[in-house]
Nanobody, 125 residues
Framework: QVQLVESGGGLVQPGGSLRLSCAAS????????IGWFRQAPGKEREGVAC???????YYVDSVKGRFTISRDNAENTVYLQMNSLKPEDTAVYYC???????????????????WGQGTQVTVSS
């Protein structure tokens, strides 16, 4: 059973930062690519970033230069550092995996089988 648990969301002012965490229950998680997605009210789920088993990273254009995805295999955790946050970044953020080692591009939610419960990020003054 694969379990992913997100944490670290919250309310932040525009220009602020948050770090999201995705903890994986599977001890072999270092072999799998992990993606971060987000879904704003009334919008489709959008792929934000992905890190492959080797640490190679991918970002959607709207977050390049502001978000950084990283992994700590010893802790079975993937992080999403979000800087210079904007109101349009407001969404529920999810991490996901399809138990493959590489990130399939473009990031499509339909390609990922295992999901966390999500964590709310609200950017507002």
């Amino acid at each position: 059973q694969v379990q992913l648990v997100e944490s670290g969301g919250g309310l932040v002012q525009p220009g602020g930062s948050l770090r999201l965490s995705c903890a994986a229950s599977i001890f072999t998680s270092q072999y799998y690519a992990i993606g971060w997605f987000r879904q704003a009210p009334g919008k489709e789920r959008e792929g934000v970033a992905c890190v492959s088993f080797s640490g190679r990273t991918y970002y959607v254009d709207s977050v390049k230069g502001r978000f950084t995805i990283s992994r700590d295999n010893a802790e079975n955790t993937v992080y999403l550092q979000m800087n210079s946050l904007k109101p349009e970044d407001t969404a529920v953020y999810y991490c996901a995996t399809d138990l493959g080692g590489y990130c399939s591009l473009p990031l499509r939610s339909s390609m990922f089988k295992y999901w966390g419960q999500g964590t709310q990020v609200t950017v507002s003054s």
